[in-house]
């Protein structure tokens, strides 16, 4: 299949030398991408497909998303102040799912320091992610995961070849992996 298939999908530019790289074979959706600022890039590898998803990423931001990664519902995904969210090859995404590299207002300390600087999101490759998930600054999804319906992930940590689920999210059966496929 020759190059990407965009249908229904907005990209708004609100900045200068911001990149929007599409692998062969990518299919966008109902889907919205906003850049703010400058020097943001989203890089979708080859044969993705994205539905009703909406990308806002600003002051540098970086959002990869790996080959044969699948969103199949509404996701948001908020990349600010010049962080990185990054997810892995052959991930699986349900419906109703916001990730967030950041709080979008500061909060101070009584010397009037930031104490909630953004950070990083990784999501390891073949990670199944359900429905009405939030996975928030500074969590990493280690790979052949599973992270359950209506989890909270709250900056931590979480094993290769886990289930994660839980408000706030914990790791309650390791040494699994998963198969789209019903068997």
Same mark, same amino acid.
């Not at 500061?106 to 490759?125: P, Q, Y």
């Given at each position: 299949?020759?190059?990407?298939?965009?249908?229904?999908?907005?990209?708004?530019?609100?900045?200068?030398?911001?990149?929007?790289?599409?692998?062969?074979?990518?299919?966008? $959706? &109902?889907?919205?991408?906003?850049?703010?600022?400058?020097?943001?890039?989203?890089?979708?590898?080859?044969?993705?497909?994205?539905?009703?998803? &909406?990308?806002?990423?600003?002051?540098?931001?970086?959002?990869?998303?790996?080959?044969?990664?699948?969103?199949?519902?509404?996701?948001?995904?908020?990349?600010?102040?010049?962080?990185?969210?990054?997810?892995?090859?052959?991930?699986?995404?349900?419906?109703?799912?916001?990730?967030?590299?950041?709080?979008?207002?500061?909060?101070?300390?009584?010397?009037?320091?930031?104490?909630?600087?953004?950070? &990083?999101?990784?999501?390891?490759?073949?990670?199944?992610?359900?429905?009405?998930?939030?996975?928030?600054?500074?969590?990493?999804?280690?790979?052949?995961?599973?992270?359950?319906?209506?989890?909270?992930?709250?900056?931590?940590? $979480?094993?290769?070849?886990?289930?994660?689920?839980?408000?706030?999210?914990?790791?309650?059966?390791?040494?699994?992996?998963?198969?789209?496929?019903?068997?």
């Amino acid at each position: 299949m020759g190059g990407a298939f965009v249908w229904r999908t907005h990209i708004k530019n609100n900045g200068k030398n911001n990149c929007l790289v599409l692998g062969e074979g990518c299919r966008i $959706y &109902d889907s919205q991408i906003q850049f703010f600022g400058e020097n943001n890039t989203v890089k979708i590898e080859h044969d993705c497909v994205l539905k009703n998803v &909406d990308i806002w990423i600003s002051n540098g931001g970086i959002v990869e998303i790996g080959h044969n990664t699948h969103f199949s519902g509404k996701m948001h995904m908020a990349c600010i102040e010049g962080r990185k969210i990054h997810i892995g090859d052959r991930c699986l995404f349900s419906d109703t799912i916001t990730f967030r590299t950041g709080d979008s207002h500061s909060i101070l300390d009584n010397e009037g320091n930031r104490i909630n600087k953004a950070k &990083d999101i990784t999501i390891g490759d073949h990670v199944w992610i359900g429905q009405q998930v939030i996975v928030l600054k500074g969590s990493t999804v280690g790979s052949d995961s599973i992270v359950g319906t209506g989890s909270l992930l709250t900056g931590k940590t $979480y094993d290769s070849n886990s289930i994660i689920a839980g408000i706030p999210a914990k790791i309650v059966k390791q040494h699994v992996s998963w198969d789209p496929r019903t068997l």
